[in-house]
Protein backbone atom coordinates (compact mmCIF):
# COMPACT_ATOMS: atom_id res chain seq x y z
CA UNK A 1 0.00 0.00 0.00
CA UNK A 2 2.48 2.31 0.72
CA UNK A 3 4.50 1.45 -2.41
CA UNK A 4 1.59 2.24 -4.39
CA UNK A 5 1.16 5.45 -3.12
CA UNK A 6 4.83 6.65 -3.53
CA UNK A 7 4.51 5.14 -6.91
CA UNK A 8 1.37 7.41 -7.62
CA UNK A 9 2.84 10.30 -5.89
CA UNK A 10 6.36 10.16 -7.79
CA UNK A 11 4.63 9.99 -10.84
CA UNK A 12 2.48 13.32 -10.32
CA UNK A 13 4.83 14.97 -9.11
CA UNK A 14 7.24 14.22 -12.87
CA UNK A 15 3.78 14.59 -14.68
CA UNK A 16 3.37 18.05 -13.33
CA UNK A 17 7.05 19.01 -13.60
CA UNK A 18 6.04 20.51 -17.21
CA UNK A 19 3.63 22.94 -15.90
CA UNK A 20 6.16 24.57 -13.47
CA UNK A 21 9.12 24.85 -16.65
CA UNK A 22 9.74 27.97 -17.97
CA UNK A 23 7.11 28.80 -21.12
CA UNK A 24 8.85 30.63 -23.46
CA UNK A 25 6.85 31.56 -26.27
CA UNK A 26 7.39 30.64 -29.58
CA UNK A 27 9.86 32.70 -31.90
CA UNK A 28 8.16 32.95 -35.35
CA UNK A 29 10.65 35.70 -36.63
CA UNK A 30 12.23 38.91 -35.32
CA UNK A 31 9.23 40.58 -35.12
CA UNK A 32 6.84 38.44 -32.80
CA UNK A 33 3.01 39.79 -31.51
CA UNK A 34 1.86 37.41 -29.40
CA UNK A 35 -0.39 39.83 -27.91
CA UNK A 36 -2.15 40.42 -31.24
CA UNK A 37 -1.55 44.42 -30.80
CA UNK A 38 0.00 45.23 -34.41
CA UNK A 39 -1.43 44.86 -37.24
CA UNK A 40 -0.55 42.40 -40.20
CA UNK A 41 1.18 45.01 -42.36
CA UNK A 42 3.39 46.64 -39.21
CA UNK A 43 4.10 42.76 -38.16
CA UNK A 44 5.51 42.19 -41.39
CA UNK A 45 7.43 46.00 -41.52
CA UNK A 46 9.15 45.46 -38.79
CA UNK A 47 10.20 42.07 -39.52
CA UNK A 48 11.67 42.82 -42.67
CA UNK A 49 13.50 45.99 -41.39
CA UNK A 50 15.10 43.66 -38.86
CA UNK A 51 16.19 40.61 -41.20
CA UNK A 52 17.75 43.15 -43.26
CA UNK A 53 19.37 44.89 -40.28
CA UNK A 54 21.11 41.19 -39.67
CA UNK A 55 21.61 40.86 -43.16
CA UNK A 56 23.26 43.74 -43.44
CA UNK A 57 25.28 43.86 -39.80
CA UNK A 58 25.01 40.18 -38.91
CA UNK A 59 23.76 42.25 -35.54
CA UNK A 60 20.04 40.57 -34.50
CA UNK A 61 17.44 42.70 -32.49
CA UNK A 62 14.20 40.73 -31.70
CA UNK A 63 11.42 42.10 -30.42
CA UNK A 64 8.43 40.29 -28.41
CA UNK A 65 5.16 41.62 -27.38
CA UNK A 66 3.35 39.81 -24.62
CA UNK A 67 -0.02 39.68 -23.42
CA UNK A 68 0.88 39.34 -19.44
CA UNK A 69 4.22 38.50 -17.83
CA UNK A 70 1.81 36.43 -15.41
CA UNK A 71 3.69 37.62 -12.62
CA UNK A 72 7.25 37.58 -13.32
CA UNK A 73 10.15 40.01 -13.19
CA UNK A 74 10.13 41.37 -16.91
CA UNK A 75 14.12 42.22 -16.71
CA UNK A 76 14.86 37.99 -15.79
CA UNK A 77 11.99 37.12 -18.24
CA UNK A 78 13.65 39.20 -21.31
CA UNK A 79 17.37 37.79 -20.49
CA UNK A 80 15.93 34.47 -19.95
CA UNK A 81 13.76 34.46 -23.45
CA UNK A 82 17.19 36.13 -24.94
CA UNK A 83 19.11 33.16 -24.18
CA UNK A 84 16.73 30.45 -25.32
CA UNK A 85 15.99 31.96 -28.58
CA UNK A 86 19.35 32.66 -29.14
CA UNK A 87 19.42 36.54 -30.02
CA UNK A 88 22.51 37.34 -31.87
CA UNK A 89 25.61 34.99 -32.95
CA UNK A 90 27.56 32.86 -30.38
CA UNK A 91 30.66 34.04 -31.69
CA UNK A 92 29.89 38.02 -31.09
CA UNK A 93 27.29 38.17 -28.44
CA UNK A 94 25.53 40.83 -30.91
CA UNK A 95 22.01 40.14 -29.67
CA UNK A 96 19.45 43.09 -28.48
CA UNK A 97 15.93 41.33 -26.92
CA UNK A 98 12.64 43.91 -25.93
CA UNK A 99 9.92 42.39 -24.61
CA UNK A 100 6.85 44.44 -24.40
CA UNK A 101 3.97 43.63 -21.20
CA UNK A 102 0.82 44.51 -22.64
CA UNK A 103 -0.93 44.05 -19.75
CA UNK A 104 1.31 45.48 -17.47
CA UNK A 105 2.27 48.29 -19.83
CA UNK A 106 6.15 47.06 -19.12
CA UNK A 107 9.16 46.67 -21.86
CA UNK A 108 12.26 46.17 -20.62
CA UNK A 109 15.43 46.31 -23.19
CA UNK A 110 18.47 43.68 -22.80
CA UNK A 111 21.89 43.93 -24.70
CA UNK A 112 23.63 40.93 -25.46
CA UNK A 113 27.72 41.16 -24.37
CA UNK A 114 28.86 42.34 -27.49
CA UNK A 115 26.79 45.40 -27.62
CA UNK A 116 26.95 46.12 -24.23
CA UNK A 117 29.77 49.05 -25.08
CA UNK A 118 27.39 50.31 -28.10
CA UNK A 119 24.42 50.32 -26.06
CA UNK A 120 25.01 50.47 -22.59
CA UNK A 121 22.14 50.80 -19.82
CA UNK A 122 22.32 55.00 -19.80
CA UNK A 123 21.75 54.73 -23.81
CA UNK A 124 18.96 51.77 -23.20
CA UNK A 125 17.20 54.12 -20.82
CA UNK A 126 17.21 56.91 -22.73
CA UNK A 127 15.52 54.91 -25.91
CA UNK A 128 12.73 53.50 -23.28
CA UNK A 129 12.22 56.74 -22.24
CA UNK A 130 12.90 59.38 -25.36
CA UNK A 131 12.06 56.88 -28.68
CA UNK A 132 9.61 54.19 -27.39
CA UNK A 133 7.39 55.28 -24.42
CA UNK A 134 5.84 58.54 -26.22
CA UNK A 135 4.55 56.53 -29.31
CA UNK A 136 2.97 53.95 -26.58
CA UNK A 137 1.60 56.15 -24.28
CA UNK A 138 -0.50 57.67 -27.97
CA UNK A 139 -2.10 53.90 -28.38
CA UNK A 140 1.07 53.28 -31.34
CA UNK A 141 2.67 50.65 -30.63
CA UNK A 142 4.29 50.39 -34.28
CA UNK A 143 5.75 53.41 -34.50
CA UNK A 144 7.51 52.93 -30.85
CA UNK A 145 8.93 49.93 -32.07
CA UNK A 146 9.91 51.30 -35.34
CA UNK A 147 11.78 54.64 -33.59
CA UNK A 148 13.51 52.42 -30.54
CA UNK A 149 14.94 50.13 -33.50
CA UNK A 150 15.69 53.15 -35.41
CA UNK A 151 17.84 54.52 -32.28
CA UNK A 152 19.31 51.38 -31.33
CA UNK A 153 21.02 51.10 -35.00
CA UNK A 154 22.13 54.77 -35.28
CA UNK A 155 23.91 53.95 -31.55
CA UNK A 156 24.98 50.89 -32.79
CA UNK A 157 27.30 52.51 -35.85
CA UNK A 158 28.09 55.60 -33.77
CA UNK A 159 26.00 57.87 -35.43
CA UNK A 160 24.40 58.70 -31.90
CA UNK A 161 25.91 58.96 -28.68
CA UNK A 162 25.24 58.81 -24.68
CA UNK A 163 25.01 62.77 -24.83
CA UNK A 164 21.89 62.99 -26.84
CA UNK A 165 19.71 62.05 -23.81
CA UNK A 166 22.51 63.96 -21.33
CA UNK A 167 20.38 67.25 -22.21
CA UNK A 168 17.51 65.41 -20.46
CA UNK A 169 19.33 64.43 -17.44
CA UNK A 170 21.15 68.20 -16.88
CA UNK A 171 17.87 69.59 -16.99
CA UNK A 172 16.13 67.18 -14.29
CA UNK A 173 19.31 68.12 -11.83
CA UNK A 174 18.97 71.65 -12.33
CA UNK A 175 15.67 71.44 -11.17
CA UNK A 176 16.77 69.24 -8.36
CA UNK A 177 19.57 72.09 -7.18
CA UNK A 178 16.72 74.38 -7.68
CA UNK A 179 14.44 72.97 -5.42
CA UNK A 180 16.75 72.52 -2.76
CA UNK A 181 17.88 75.81 -3.07
CA UNK A 182 14.59 77.28 -2.48
CA UNK A 183 14.51 74.75 0.33
CA UNK A 184 17.25 76.20 2.30
CA UNK A 185 16.26 80.07 1.41
CA UNK A 186 13.02 79.09 3.33
CA UNK A 187 14.45 78.19 6.33
CA UNK A 188 17.20 81.21 6.27
CA UNK A 189 13.93 83.22 6.09
CA UNK A 190 12.13 81.46 8.46
CA UNK A 191 15.23 82.53 11.11
CA UNK A 192 14.84 85.98 9.97
CA UNK A 193 10.98 86.28 10.70
CA UNK A 194 11.20 84.22 13.57
CA UNK A 195 13.31 86.80 15.03
CA UNK A 196 11.22 89.74 14.84
CA UNK A 197 7.67 90.72 16.61
CA UNK A 198 6.19 91.92 13.91
CA UNK A 199 4.89 90.15 11.44
CA UNK A 200 4.64 91.88 8.29
CA UNK A 201 7.71 90.97 6.74
CA UNK A 202 6.39 87.57 5.60
CA UNK A 203 4.15 89.54 3.64
CA UNK A 204 7.08 91.47 2.04
CA UNK A 205 9.17 87.91 1.30
CA UNK A 206 5.65 86.32 0.25
CA UNK A 207 4.97 89.79 -2.44
CA UNK A 208 8.58 89.31 -3.40
CA UNK A 209 8.06 85.16 -4.44
CA UNK A 210 4.59 86.04 -5.97
CA UNK A 211 6.45 88.74 -8.41
CA UNK A 212 9.34 86.49 -9.20
CA UNK A 213 6.58 83.34 -9.66
CA UNK A 214 3.98 86.01 -11.87
CA UNK A 215 6.73 86.66 -13.93
CA UNK A 216 8.40 82.88 -14.44
CA UNK A 217 5.06 81.75 -15.37
CA UNK A 218 2.64 84.60 -15.61
CA UNK A 219 0.79 83.61 -12.62
CA UNK A 220 -0.29 87.21 -11.65
CA UNK A 221 -2.61 86.03 -8.62
CA UNK A 222 0.56 84.39 -6.93
CA UNK A 223 1.35 87.96 -5.74
CA UNK A 224 -2.06 88.21 -3.78
CA UNK A 225 -2.01 84.68 -2.38
CA UNK A 226 1.72 84.88 -1.30
CA UNK A 227 1.68 87.83 0.61
CA UNK A 228 -1.29 86.56 2.67
CA UNK A 229 0.41 83.18 2.88
CA UNK A 230 4.08 85.23 4.22
CA UNK A 231 1.98 87.16 6.68
CA UNK A 232 0.07 84.03 8.15
CA UNK A 233 3.29 82.21 8.13
CA UNK A 234 4.91 85.25 10.03
CA UNK A 235 2.95 85.42 12.82
CA UNK A 236 2.78 81.90 13.35
CA UNK A 237 6.33 81.44 13.87
CA UNK A 238 6.96 84.61 15.52
CA UNK A 239 3.83 83.58 17.98
CA UNK A 240 5.87 80.22 18.50
CA UNK A 241 9.53 81.10 18.28
CA UNK A 242 11.18 80.68 21.37
CA UNK A 243 14.82 81.75 21.73
CA UNK A 244 17.53 79.33 21.95
CA UNK A 245 20.35 81.40 23.06
CA UNK A 246 22.12 84.26 20.95
CA UNK A 247 22.60 83.34 17.18
CA UNK A 248 23.35 85.77 14.35
CA UNK A 249 20.59 87.13 12.61
CA UNK A 250 21.13 85.36 9.44
CA UNK A 251 21.29 81.73 10.89
CA UNK A 252 18.86 79.53 10.81
CA UNK A 253 18.11 76.29 12.41
CA UNK A 254 19.67 73.19 11.90
CA UNK A 255 19.19 71.43 8.15
CA UNK A 256 20.39 68.75 5.90
CA UNK A 257 19.65 67.39 1.91
CA UNK A 258 17.14 64.73 2.09
CA UNK A 259 18.35 61.26 0.30
CA UNK A 260 17.06 60.57 -3.45
CA UNK A 261 17.54 57.43 -5.26
CA UNK A 262 17.81 56.33 -9.16
CA UNK A 263 17.54 52.87 -10.31
CA UNK A 264 19.39 50.83 -12.89
CA UNK A 265 19.11 47.15 -14.49
CA UNK A 266 21.91 44.56 -13.90
CA UNK A 267 23.03 41.37 -12.55
CA UNK A 268 20.93 38.61 -14.49
CA UNK A 269 24.04 37.44 -16.40
CA UNK A 270 24.34 34.33 -18.13
CA UNK A 271 24.78 33.01 -22.27
CA UNK A 272 25.23 35.85 -24.59
CA UNK A 273 23.06 38.32 -22.42
CA UNK A 274 25.36 40.00 -19.57
CA UNK A 275 22.32 41.85 -17.36
CA UNK A 276 22.94 44.95 -19.62
CA UNK A 277 19.96 47.02 -20.51
CA UNK A 278 17.22 49.03 -19.13
CA UNK A 279 13.60 48.67 -18.61
CA UNK A 280 10.39 51.15 -18.41
CA UNK A 281 6.34 51.84 -18.46
CA UNK A 282 3.47 54.24 -19.92
Do not use: C
Not at 74 to 91: L, P, Q, Y
Not at 136 to 141: I, S
Not at 191 to 217: C, E, H
Request: proline fraction near 2%; aromatic fraction near 12%; glycine fraction near 18%.
Amino acid sequence: MMRSRLLLAAFLLFSSAPAFALDIPVNDGFMTDAAGVLSAEDEAGIEKILSDYREATSNEIAVLIIPSLDGADIAERTVEIGRAWGVGTGENDNGILLLIAHEERKLFLATGYGLEGAVPDIVAKGIIETDIVPHFRDGNYAAGILAGVQALRMHIGGEYTAERYAEEKDTSGMWGFLLFFLFIMLQWLAAIMARTKSWWMGGIFGGAFGILLAVIISFWLAIPILVLLGLLLDYVISKNYKSRGKTKWWAGGGWGPGGGGGGGFGGFRGGSFGGGGAGGSW
